[in-house]
């Protein structure tokens, strides 16, 4: 007995799957029929293979409608918004009556037309036109040498191998995503949550004090040497809202990066990346920042790595629901101006980068890590480097005015003397504010003359700031210029009538302004 039909069966699923990584979705008992898929690649079709001696063309057209219904059920199941099944009737001989015209078009499902299915039959007299046939179908080359007869033992040997491919590609895509369990992932979000419990206890998450004395990302105490602020920053967030959404993102993410590298490996990337987005940070933006978003834009960066090393199943597997998810969160980060985006990439590259450094366990390549190490030791140090450069030419004016408004609560007038005075020795055109905020510390600190010099300064840049005028008439009246102090006062009551103790000031002036005039 010829077995030739069953054994191209097996022979063409075998070269399906080994050779062109399809995967199998649907096999039916009688094995007999087999659904072969390959998600990475959207543009590539599902293909339907049925073992079956056809004998009218009836049949068949019915056949052709219920692949197409089934192929409309698989197109929901995997989201795609349109699918071709590629249809394969492998029988000795073809329908004894009219079938070619049902083998030249596809046949489009009636309901939304989205779903299609080209037919294409291998005959046992025909088999070379058949697979050149496939061949235009898949845009792929399916050629294969056939006997003229096959035994069961044969069919039984290819059987074997296809299903042998099938289960080993399954089992290394389950030995990809378990290399551990993701320990460190909920560990850091513990950790998270009993920071951010400390935080709302020493004076609240979103106070700028608390946020500096426990760890934030703060420039002027990065220049002065405090180096652990490239790291503490990770475990802070500001605000419930924050702690939430970052929590919320490492428990989908985290677990799935722990699984593919590995506890140890996994740690390495998270903090790796995270201190990455605290450096770019620190380049890139003068403000306080805190959160866990550099090392979770990390994750993504790992997984990224992971496309690039398995770039077939990664998109058969989370590639479709992770580069959506990261193209949404980069394109909020550009658009809403209060994140720190230059964190979010510092991270994605730091996480790309350790990923590279440590590859996947048991899977060692020496002289691609030693390439990613010696380049990411390369870019941390040349980005330190340039960091505390900047601090040598006077610094950001946001930072500056932050520090010296530390110290002022701290009530350290000389350090935010110190800090102002030199920013304005070396930046050509201060502020307003710069000024105002010396010549409140010099007040402070009884530098009368030095304050007054400032005030005036303040009111050239901004004719319209009350309370430097309010400011100058009290050192006008420590002098005894009344009529300066009263002329000040007038203006900063005339700017904000509303402020009482300019009225009072003024009051005050006009009562002693009179006995003054008699005495000259």
């Known amino acids: ?66 692949t197409a219904s089934n192929g409309e059920k698989i197109r929901k199941q995997i989201g795609r918004g349109e699918l071709l099944v590629v249809n ?37 007299n025909q088999y070379e036109l058949g697979l050149k046939v496939l061949s235009e179908r898949l845009e792929r080359e399916v050629s294969f040498p056939l006997q003229d007869e096959y035994s069961q033992e044969d069919v039984d040997s ?3 191998l296809a299903l042998d491919s099938a289960i080993q590609m399954s089992k290394k895509e389950k030995e ?17 949550a009993a920071v951010f419990l400390l935080l709302e206890l020493q004076g609240g998450s979103t106070n700028t004090s608390t946020l500096i004395k426990y760890g934030a990302k703060f420039n002027p105490y990065i220049y002065e040497g405090e180096w ?50 605290v450096i770019a940070s620190f380049i890139y933006s003068p403000n306080i920042s805190a959160g866990a978003s550099g090392a979770i834009f990390g994750c993504f960066g790992a997984l990224l790595y992971f496309a690039l090393i398995y770039p077939k199943l990664f998109f058969r597997t989370i590639g479709p629901s992770v580069i959506p998810v990261l193209i949404f969160n980069l394109i909020f980060g550009f658009t809403v101006s209060i994140v720190d985006n230059a964190g979010h990439l510092g991270g994605l590259a730091g ?73 304005v020795q070396t930046v050509k055109e201060p502020s307003a504010e710069v000024y105002f905020a010396l010549s409140f510390v010099e007040i402070k600190l009884n530098k009368l003359v030095e304050a007054k010099s400032h005030l005036l300064k303040v009111i050239e840049l901004d004719p319209n700031l009350p309370e430097a005028y309010y400011n100058l008439a009290l050192l006008y009246l420590e002098e005894n210029n009344l009529s300066q102090s009263k002329r000040n006062a007038l203006k900063a009551a005339e700017l904000k009538p509303s402020q009482q103790e300019y009225s009072d000031l003024v009051q005050e002036l006009n009562r002693l302004l009179p006995s003054a005039v008699e005495e000259e």
């Not at 378990?178 to 998270?192: A, D, H, V």
């Not at 702690?243 to 428990?251: S, V």
């Not at 020496?366 to 330190?384: C, D, T």
């Open 158 to 160: 290819q059987k074997k």
């Open 88 to 124: 394969i009737y492998i029988s000795q001989f073809p329908p004894v009556d009219e079938y070619e015209y049902r083998l030249q078009s596809p046949y489009i499902f009636p309901e939304g037309n989205k779903t299609s299915v080209s037919t294409v039959l291998l005959t046992s």
């Open 351 to 423: 996480g790309f980068l350790a990923a590279g450094v440590v590859h996947f366990p048991k899977k060692k390549k020496p002289f691609l890590q030693m390439l990613f190490l010696l380049f990411s030791a390369s870019i941390i140090y040349g980005s330190l480097f340039y960091g505390f450069q900047r601090s040598e030419t006077g610094g950001n004016e946001s930072s500056t005015m932050m520090l010296a408004q530390e110290y002022i609560k701290q009530e350290n007038y000389d350090k935010a003397n110190d800090v102002l005075a030199k920013y």
């Open 1 to 66: 007995m010829n077995y030739r039909e069953d054994y191209v069966f097996w022979r063409l699923a075998h070269f399906l799957i080994s050779d062109q990584g399809y995967r199998i979705i649907q096999l039916f008992e009688n094995q007999k029929e087999l659904w072969l898929e390959k998600l990475e690649n959207k543009r590539t079709p599902i293909v339907r293979l049925l073992r079956q001696d056809l004998d009218w063309s009836n049949s068949m057209q019915r056949d052709i409608e219920f």
């Open 176 to 192: 990809m995503f378990s290399k551990g369990r993701p320990l460190f992932t909920y560990l850091f979000m513990i950790i998270q």
């Open 228 to 277: 652990w602020r490239f790291i503490t920053p990770i475990f802070l967030h500001i605000g419930f809202l924050h702690l939430a959404m970052n929590t919320l993102a490492l428990y989908f993410l985290g677990p799935a990066v722990e699984r593919i590298f590995g506890n140890i490996r996994f740690l390495f990337i998270y903090l790796l990346a995270g201190i990455s987005g």
